[in-house]
């Protein structure tokens, strides 16, 4: 009899199982309550540039997804160029350069269900950019060249020429430098290919620079940097930063003066603004600087 007993509590406790499984689960339930018009929209995140070139593009995107949605996107300091198929990514023109100094780029969500977002403006800081082509940097560049300290910096020598659609080559790096303080006589060479990146920056490539001689005998150098370019003011301007170094690693200035790791060449074309160029610098004893020095 109690065996009989068990068997008909394990049938009962089985067909409740079974029962129970036929029904839905939370998860479902929940599902299938579900409409599209319960969602709240709310545009979570947007990706793009921390700071714009004005008449330069850039894309703008939506960072998540939900099923449905759509996005409008509008601007009233910029230009929306496009937006993609699914409306995540807009392709925006900064064309101007707001008052301000910031561009707001609006965007909205509308899930399947109809509902809209808040507008979700995202600031983008906008820096003034005046394009330029490389044949524009022909000419002669005055201002200062050489380290960031007062009696270590010098009239400008660059020359810039033949320009491509990319480069021009510069000549005169370093040459006041070069004679005034390290004591040598440029023998050979003295110019360096500059890139010309339409961005605003520049840059050389590490490359053989020129030949010196000190002592009668004759010392290779090799320079590399970058920097950046203007020509919103009244002539072109650049900021070259840049190391010249011998095949054996050792750099100048870093290596020669502690804590001055680079040169920098500050100039402008046709001299319109090169005093106004020279950096403000407090004089320094030059006591603190070893002897020259030179490796066989």
């Known amino acids: 009899m109690k065996n009989n007993n068990i068997a008909r509590l394990a049938f009962i406790l089985a067909a409740m199982m079974l029962f129970a499984s036929c029904g839905e689960t939370y998860m479902e339930e929940n599902q299938n309550a579900?409409?599209?018009s319960d969602v709240i929209p709310i545009v979570l995140s947007v990706s793009g540039p921390s700071v714009a070139l004005q008449t330069f593009v850039y894309d703008l995107k939506i960072t998540y997804d939900r099923a449905g949605s759509t996005w409008s996107w509008s601007s009233a300091d910029a230009t929306i160029q496009s937006v993609s198929a699914d409306t995540k990514t807009a392709t925006v023109l900064f064309d101007q350069l707001p008052a301000s100094g910031k561009a707001y780029i609006d965007v909205t969500e509308t899930t399947s269900g109809g509902k809209t977002s808040a507008v979700k403006s995202v600031e983008i800081p906008v820096e003034e950019f005046c394009p330029l082509d490389p044949s524009g940097f022909v000419g002669s560049?005055?201002?200062t060249d050489g380290m960031d300290l007062a009696g270590y910096f010098f009239d400008s020598?660059?020359?810039?020429s033949n320009s491509t659609a990319t480069t021009v080559d510069i000549t005169g790096l370093n040459f006041g430098?070069?004679?005034e303080v390290w004591g040598e006589s440029i023998e050979d060479g003295g110019t360096a290919t500059l890139i010309i990146n339409p961005d605003?920056?520049?840059e050389i490539e590490a490359q053989w620079y020129m030949q010196t001689m000190y002592g009668g005998d004759p010392y290779d150098y090799y320079i590399e940097g970058s920097g950046t370019w203007s020509n919103c003011g009244a002539s072109p301007a650049l900021n070259i930063s840049y190391v010249v170094y011998y095949d054996d690693g050792y750099t100048l200035p870093g290596?020669?003066?502690?804590g001055y790791d680079f040169f920098y060449a500050i100039i402008t074309l046709?001299?319109?603004k090169g005093a106004a160029a020279m950096k403000v610098m407090q004089q320094?004893?030059?006591s603190i600087f070893p002897p020259k020095r030179k490796f066989d």
Do not use: K, R
């Open 34 to 36: 579900y409409e599209a």
């Open 141 to 143: 560049w005055s201002g």
């Open 157 to 160: 020598q660059v020359v810039i």
């Open 177 to 179: 430098w070069m004679v």
């Open 200 to 202: 605003g920056t520049c």
């Open 255 to 258: 290596d020669w003066a502690s």
């Open 270 to 272: 046709d001299g319109s």
């Open 284 to 286: 320094t004893p030059q």
